[in-house]
């Protein structure tokens, strides 16, 4: 088996400043990698590297593609490369005004990705935008309502569902639960773990939120000033860190 | 007349316009860039339209403007006159004699021929503007044909109203590669610009851009398998010469609700009325009225 991106000594330098440096690892099928840090630590910048919203300055990232096997993405033309992300690729911003186009309907969301690869009749494409509605806990009676209309938490999961619409292989995720009160977080964490399963996902999520990894990822790096700093399972990075600032970081987890 | 140039455009100018025709007329549906210039009316009366017509007009020509279908209309009454004074060239009403047509929002009902020039003014040449505002964004997605956004807004007319209800402006697929912009010509017209004989330019002055249909181009308004398109009028005949296949105008005749519908290409009408057809409002045709 062939890892689904192999991501090799990536760094990203912002003048002389570091964004992320030496960062190295596979993403298996099927796989959740937590990337979580401190802000300014570069998870976001390695994100973007792995994404390709970012040239990085050094470093290969290589994805298995569907058709082609094993390609180095920055190697690959533009066309391709925005191919990926409307397919293959899934991107769920932190604020899902980012994610979203605000003017159009929740259906013309989800549609979107859907009409970008050539769907063209009418009535089947609301009818899977139904579906996903379904899936992420729309009513379908929302369908035709513009996301402005939407709360906080709908609307993250309108995003998701815009996403996952296209049933891609790869989802990134930044930040998917900043912003949410912890109720709504809960059942949106919920909702996600079950649509990985599910879809058998692999994913990448960025966060601060070291519940959000607990629940969802399987392996976990953490990064400080732009290294890596410690990786392994999540369990056991969390119940037993060994690098100070692990240390620190789990500690600092208020408890209840 | 001798105070100005031939076409009052600068003769350096006026090459460098027809570069930007040809390459258009090269790449069907293709928005050129052009170094707009500074016409004598206000943006958004037509100063791409003019500037192309400039570039375009020899001596010989017999020009026709019209504004939404009619040829009175301050608009068209003022380019007309623009052209008289500044080019000296004959101009006319009949759509059959021009050589030379500049339209504001329509095409003339009568076939256009091989020997003619249609050029439109357009206000807002990029079609996808109104869903991706970046410039930057628009031309990457032409470049990588990534039309599927243009059906999220046909998809959103749909899901809003139960049809497609965009009636003007309708986008349209040039030779299979370019979307298009139109112009906001009513999408009665949109057969009209498939394999249309005529040369058919289109001039954006403020937006700065030149794009263009060759004779015979292919043609496709967009839409959905099971909403396919639909060239649409009002449901009734010229209230003047009683045509039922002409598009329409609405025109108030009285403060009490009063209302008929007329031909919105003037000399269409007019035409028909010459040849004795009349409408259920309109009176028998005198030559005076001409």
Not at chain 1, 117 to 122: D, L, P
Not at chain 1, 212 to 218: E, K
Not at chain 2, 57 to 79: F, Y
Not at chain 2, 92 to 110: D, F, K, N, V
Request: with cysteine; net charge negative; hydrophobic share 40%.
């Amino acid at each position: 088996m062939t890892p689904l991106l192999q991501v090799r000594d990536v760094a990203k330098f912002y003048g002389p400043r570091v964004g992320c440096e030496a960062v190295s690892f596979d993403l298996w099928p099927g796989e959740v990698m937590g990337v979580v840090g401190e802000s300014g630590s570069g998870k976001s910048t390695l994100l973007a590297c792995l994404s390709g919203q970012m040239a990085p300055d050094q470093g290969v990232v290589i994805y298995d593609t569907r058709d082609r096997g094993p390609m180095d993405t920055r190697a690959m033309s533009e066309p391709e490369r925005r191919m990926l992300m409307r397919t293959d690729w899934a991107l769920v911003h932190q604020n899902p005004r980012d994610g979203l186009r605000m003017g159009v309907s929740a259906g013309g969301n989800v549609g979107e990705r859907l009409m970008a690869v050539g769907a063209r009749h009418y009535g089947d494409i609301r009818a899977r935008a139904v579906d996903w509605l379904g899936r992420v806990e729309i009513a379908a009676e929302r369908v035709d309502d513009r996301p402005t209309a939407f709360s906080g938490g709908m609307q993250q999961r309108l995003q998701i569902a815009r996403n996952l619409v296209s049933g891609p292989r790869l989802v990134f995720m930044d930040e998917p639960t900043g912003g949410l009160d912890v109720s709504v977080q809960a059942r949106l964490l919920d909702l996600l773990r079950g649509l990985v399963r599910e879809m058998g996902l692999s994913a990448v999520i960025v966060t601060h939120d070291l519940a959000v990894v607990r629940l969802l990822a399987d392996r976990l790096m953490v990064m400080k000033d732009g290294r890596v700093i410690e990786a392994g399972l999540t369990d056991q990075v969390l119940d037993d860190p060994q690098h100070g600032y692990t240390q620190l970081l789990v500690s600092s987890v208020l408890q209840v | 007349m001798s105070e100005y140039n031939f076409a009052y455009l600068d003769e350096e100018t006026k090459r460098m316009i027809r570069r930007a025709i040809l390459k258009a007329l090269a790449i069907p549906g293709y928005q050129v860039p052009f170094a707009s210039r500074e016409m004598p009316m206000p943006y958004g009366w037509g100063t791409g339209g003019v500037q192309v017509t400039a570039a375009c007009l020899i001596p010989e020509d017999r020009l026709k403007v019209i504004d939404q279908g009619a040829d009175d209309t301050t608009n068209a009454v003022s380019i007309r006159q623009f052209f008289e004074k500044t080019a000296g060239v004959a101009v006319t009403e009949e759509t059959a004699r021009a050589s030379l047509i500049q339209t504001r929002h329509r095409i003339p009902e009568m076939p256009l021929t091989e020997d003619q020039i249609l050029v439109y003014q357009v206000p807002i040449p990029e079609p996808l503007r109104f869903l991706e505002p970046r410039e930057t964004e628009t031309r990457k997605m032409h470049a990588l044909e990534e039309y599927g956004l243009m059906h999220v807004k046909l998809y959103e007319d749909i899901s809003r109203h139960g049809t497609i209800s965009t009636a003007y402006a309708y986008p349209v697929r040039v030779e299979g590669r370019y979307v298009m912009d139109p112009s906001p010509i009513p999408k009665f017209d949109n057969p009209k610009l498939s394999d249309c004989p005529a040369i058919q330019l289109f001039g954006a002055g403020r937006e700065q851009r030149i794009y263009a249909l060759p004779p015979y181009s292919r043609v496709v308004s967009l839409d959905f398998e099971d909403h396919p398109f639909e060239a649409s009028k009002a449901d009734a005949d010229c209230a003047l010469c009683g045509a039922g296949d002409s598009y329409l105008d609405e025109v108030i005749v009285d403060d009490a609700g009063g209302r008929i519908f007329v031909c919105s290409d003037t000399d269409h009408c007019r035409a028909r009325r010459a040849a004795g057809h009349l409408g259920a409002e309109g009176a028998p045709y005198e030559e005076a009225d001409a």
